[in-house]
Each structure stands twice: as C-alpha cells, then as structure tokens.
Antibody, heavy 124, light 107 residues
Framework: EVQLVESGGGLVQPGKSLRVSCAVSGFIFDDYAMHWVRQAPGKGLEWVSGISWNSGYTAYADSVKGRFTISRDNAKNSLFLQMNGVRPEDTALYYC?????????????????WGRGTTVTVSS | DIQMTQSPSSLSASVGDRVTITCRASQSIATYLNWYQQKPGKAPKLLIHTASSLQGGVSSRFSGSGSGTQFTLTISSLQSEDFATYFCQQSYNSPITFGQGTRLEIK
C-alpha cells in the first residue's frame, strides 16, 4: 500500500524556521519526483516546490523562493521542506505529493499520490 | 508564470446531468494539463493527466480534452459522489500553477 505521511507542522512565530517531513512507503521512492503543495484554510491549491528523483533539479514558487528549501533522502524514503523566515501568509495545510515521473530534464507530470497533510500555523 | 483560469467558479447541477468545466492557460502548455478532484477534508485526487488520459481507477464518466491554451473536463452523468471541487494544473514549466477551482454543488 502506498503511503505518504507528513509530519513536523505546528505553530511557529513569524520570522522563525520550521522543517516538515514526508515519510514514504509502498513505491520505489527514488524513481519519482516529489512535491510540496499547500492549501490555506478555505482556499485553493498552491504548488510550493518540487524536486527530481535524484535531487538534480529543484523548483520553487515565487512566494517561497529564497526562504524555503526542498530536499530528499532516497536512502530513507523521505522528503523535506525547510521553511525559513516564515510569514503569516505561509499558514496552510502542507501536502506531500508524488509525481508520476522522475522529473528528468526539468519536466514534471501529474501528482498521483498525496499524503493527508501537516498543518503549519504562523502566528505570534 | 503561467496563469490558469477556470470557469465557472461554481456550478449547481443534478444527478445524471452532463457537466463541463473549462480551464484556460495564459500561454500554450501543449497537453501538460492535469485535473484533480478534492472533497472536503481530503487530499486532492488525480483524475486526468496530460489533458485527456484517464488516471487508473477513475470512472470513465470523467473525460478531458484540449491542447494549447483551452481545456475541458467533462463528467458525462453526474453521480452523488462527484460533488466536489475540481482543479486544473499545468505542469508545462515551473512554477507549476493551479486554477482557482470549480465547486460543483447539488442543485
């Protein structure tokens, strides 16, 4: 059974840092690109960041570029998002999502598996 | 960045109706267009990838079409479980962008 389980969310003060993680099982993790997608309460979906299968290509939304860093550990089947300098507008449910492809040559595909999300709240 | 615009933003329909949702890209994205369904409190579910390919396990009453800048998602005969919010997404280039969503409600 495919599982993506996010963790590490919580309440964080503006300007501080937080690292969220996604533990994956049920598929060959290092064959696929992975992504973070967030959803603010009552709002739509916003792609945050993606990473290719071998970490050779990473991409970010303009809203988080320079503040967030995506990474992965293929030996541990884990995906990470380091969030620095968080802002109130970063408050959202953060989903980990599996790409249908490897993310080679900067090309991503549809997201065919999703976790349940971890909630990040930025507030003083 | 590529802007994705869905229409309508909301839609009321009845069980058995045929429904079409439109997604327009601000520039050509070939067929790098995906459709998702999201129900309240749940993660999104991939329905259609590369504009017209039905994701495995998804009902054949869902279909997608289009290329370039104009795309449609059609539900041939609405079932009660189809009432949800639908999002289009372009994966042509980064940053990946989603449409604002179409909320499909029961009439």
């Amino acid at each position: 059974e495919v599982q993506l389980v996010e963790s590490g969310g919580g309440l964080v003060q503006p300007g501080k840092s937080l690292r969220v993680s996604c533990a994956v099982s049920g598929f060959i993790f290092d064959d696929y690109a992975m992504h973070w997608v967030r959803q603010a309460p009552g709002k739509g979906l916003e792609w945050v960041s993606g990473i290719s299968w071998n970490s050779g290509y990473t991409a970010y939304a303009d809203s988080v570029k320079g503040r967030f860093t995506i990474s992965r550990d293929n030996a541990k089947n884990s995906l990470f998002l380091q969030m620095n300098g968080v802002r109130p507008e970063d408050t959202a449910l953060y989903y980990c999502a599996k790409d249908q492809g490897p993310g080679d040559h900067t090309v991503f595909s549809g997201f065919d598996m999703w976790g349940r999300g971890t909630t990040v709240t930025v507030s003083s | 960045d590529i802007q994705m615009t869905q229409s309508p933003s909301s839609l009321s329909a009845s069980v058995g109706d045929r429904v079409t949702i439109t997604c327009r890209a601000s520039q050509s994205i070939a067929t790098y267009l995906n459709w998702y369904q999201q129900k309240p409190g749940k993660a999104p579910k991939l329905l259609i990838h590369t504009a017209s390919s039905l994701q495995g396990g998804v009902s054949s009453r869902f279909s997608g079409s289009g290329s370039g800048t104009q795309f449609t998602l059609t539900i041939s005969s609405l079932q009660s479980e189809d009432f949800a919010t639908y999002f289009c997404q372009q994966s042509y280039n980064s940053p990946i962008t989603f449409g604002q969503g179409t909320r499909l409600e029961i009439k």
